[in-house]
């Protein structure tokens, strides 16, 4: 449906412009912004509903971010990635809410096992694959020493009193993110959720037979 939405606006486009586009190129560019925006759009609906919506957004941004630099495990399909958004976002979300009171009580132990699973998870397995780009020696080590860049910067933002100006959890939110994307570059992560892709692809094949 996406994908016939955007060969029709591209093809509208090509018409009345007097520049020559290119209609699959301008389509696939289409497509990308369609698609990031319905799943935006339903990730902050589900995160409003359930009133965990600042917290599903700033862990969904922190995971973006962070997902720039370190790579990580994609699901098959655009439908299998956005049903994998929409149960782990708003999870995140919501357990950044009820876990704060126990962060609050224990914030050094808390953030010790944040910096340490984090320092082991980028030392060995950031920049994860990339699915089907080929990246250079060059393009390897920026990305990386960019995710360790990101993180030490966080780490000496984490003491500055930014959660007493507001009444989010911003600092757990962030960490909920980031937590996640890291993992998406492990093998547990690459298992888990490619277990979870093929798990969406059962369920389409059997509303496909049923259809």
């Known amino acids: 449906m996406i994908r016939n939405w955007s060969n029709k606006l591209a093809e509208s486009i090509y018409s009345s412009s007097d520049r020559a586009y290119s209609v699959p190129v301008l389509a696939y ?9 319905i799943k935006a759009a339903l990730l902050l609906f589900i995160a409003w509903i359930t009133s965990t919506f600042w917290t599903t ?11 720039t630099f370190s790579g990580g495990v994609h699901c098959t399909t655009y439908g299998r990635c956005l049903g994998t958004s929409l149960l782990f976002f708003p999870f995140f979300g919501w357990l950044t809410i009820v876990s704060y009171p126990w962060y609050l009580k224990n914030e050094f132990v808390f953030f010790s096992l944040f910096f340490l699973y984090s320092l082991s998870v980028i030392w060995i397995w950031v920049p994860g694959k990339w699915d089907t780009k080929h990246l250079t020696h060059s393009d390897w080590t920026f990305k990386g020493r960019s995710v360790l860049l990101i993180f030490i910067i966080f780490s000496i933002l984490y003491i500055l009193p930014i959660e007493s100006y507001t009444e989010v959890p911003v600092l757990l939110s962030v960490i909920m993110g980031w937590m996640f994307q890291l993992f998406t570059v492990t093998p547990a992560g690459y298992n888990t959720i490619g277990a979870i892709d093929k798990r969406f692809s059962k369920i389409f094949e059997r509303r496909n037979i049923h259809a």
């Open 29 to 37: 560019g289409i497509q990308i912004v369609l698609s990031s925006l």
């Open 57 to 67: 957004l700033i862990a969904a941004f922190s995971f973006s971010v962070l997902r």
